[in-house]
């Protein structure tokens, strides 16, 4: 949102306030707000307000919500968020459980297996 002129994050919030109402955690989450050239995360954060959100940044991420959500996260004095714990297990790489038809990938996807991201 950083990058977006004055309109795009007034609609991309509208848009992610029909989804979040849709939704059973209802959580905009964020870290960075992509190149903070037109619009700083202050500038973000007020928008997000007048689109009727609330929340809070914990730790390095800004969680937001709709008005009566996720209130005991907002009230909590936390300075951190919980990481998630896989028991021990082992990460999954994408390609273990999601299946790509390489003719519908984009060709950055071929140019980035091509310089070696993404092994």
């Not at 800004?62 to 996260?73: C, H, V």
């Not at 936390?78 to 790509?100: E, I, S, W």
């Amino acid at each position: 949102m950083g990058e977006m002129d004055t309109l795009g994050p007034f609609y991309n919030l509208a848009i992610a306030r029909v989804i979040l109402d849709a939704s059973d955690c209802g959580a905009f989450m964020f870290r960075r707000i992509g190149e903070p050239r037109v619009n700083q995360l202050a500038v973000v954060e007020h928008r997000l307000g007048l689109c009727g959100f609330t929340g809070r940044r914990i730790g390095e991420v800004s969680i937001y919500a709709l008005p009566g959500r996720l209130e005991d996260i907002f009230l909590a004095d936390v300075d951190d968020l919980p990481r998630l714990r896989q028991g021990g297990k082992a990460r999954r790489a994408a390609k273990d459980f999601l299946t790509f038809q390489e003719m519908e990938l984009r060709e950055s996807y071929a140019f980035f297996r091509h310089i070696g991201i993404g092994k």
